[in-house]
């Protein structure tokens, strides 16, 4: 079983950066998320839940999106059991509640190809962190 929390969001000024983290814990060897993809989203409210990024467990990253191309960056420390979302030149427009999610079915090389549809199932969320930037 694999449990798993969002940590590192705040208040920061546009342009400002911030790094989250996904960490996972639990018993055995099923805490860690070399096992899993994990990917990061982020839902503003009234807003659709966005995918940002995905990371597979042989560490191929998907695409960025026009949204965050250039500024975001999502890396895993097996070390630490932790998935990282590095988030540079920050806009107000990134404010929103984060989360990252873990999919213990996908590809070794890559994410699902499906990874950022609404009806993609992952098999474990974190509770989300909240970032606001603002001046």
């Known amino acids: 079983q694999l449990h798993i929390v969002e940590s590192g969001g705040g208040l920061v000024q546009p342009g400002g950066s911030l790094r989250l983290s996904c960490t996972g814990s639990g018993v055995g060897a099923a805490y860690n998320l070399g096992y899993y993809a994990v990917a990061w989203f982020r839902q503003a409210p009234e807003k659709e839940r966005e995918g940002i990024l995905c990371?597979?467990?042989?560490?191929?990253?998907?695409s960025e999106p026009d949204s965050v191309k250039g500024r975001f960056a999502i890396s895993r420390d097996d070390a630490t059991n932790t998935v990282y979302l590095q988030m540079n030149s920050l806009k107000p427009e990134d404010t929103g509640v984060y989360y990252c999610?873990?999919?213990?079915?996908?590809?070794?090389?890559?994410?699902?190809?499906?990874?950022?549809?609404?009806?993609?199932?992952?098999?474990?969320w974190g509770q989300g962190t909240q970032v606001t930037v603002s001046s």
């Open positions: 999610a873990a999919d213990r079915s996908a590809l070794y090389y890559y994410c699902s190809g499906s990874w950022n549809e609404p009806q993609h199932k992952y098999d474990y």
């Open positions: 990371i597979s467990r042989g560490g191929g990253i998907t």
